[in-house]
């Protein structure tokens, strides 16, 4: 694990319930969404897809190598608050978690 300087970074609260499960996630720097070596909360891991598995908790510093993050698995979410809109691949891959504020796709 790396050790180094912290970076500031602003959280967006994109829970419906206080409920939810989630269990540890490896992500690292070629999952979709890693911006300047950060992988953002919310993100669809490990892809915006059929093969989506969890919804990230937290930010994740992924410059020096895979981490470890919370993956939501299951709970109650606010689609329009997380980083990107999921797609309905991955609204269907993710059947435990209930997402609010979906945009219809056209």
Not at 6 to 19: C, L
Not at 48 to 54: F, K, Q, R, S, Y
């Amino acid at each position: 694990m790396y050790f180094g300087s912290n970076k500031h970074v602003d959280e967006i609260y994109f829970f419906d319930s206080e409920k939810f499960v989630s269990f540890p996630t490896l992500v690292d720097d070629k999952t979709p969404g890693v911006v300047d070596g950060i992988l953002p909360a919310g993100s669809i891991v490990p892809a915006n897809d059929a093969t989506a598995t969890a919804v990230t908790i937290n930010d994740v510093d992924v410059s020096h190598g895979p981490e470890m993050v919370g993956g939501i698995v299951d709970g109650f979410l606010n689609a329009s608050r997380l980083p990107v809109q999921p797609s309905a691949e991955a609204v269907a891959a993710l059947n435990r978690i209930t997402f609010s504020n979906l945009k219809e796709e056209a």
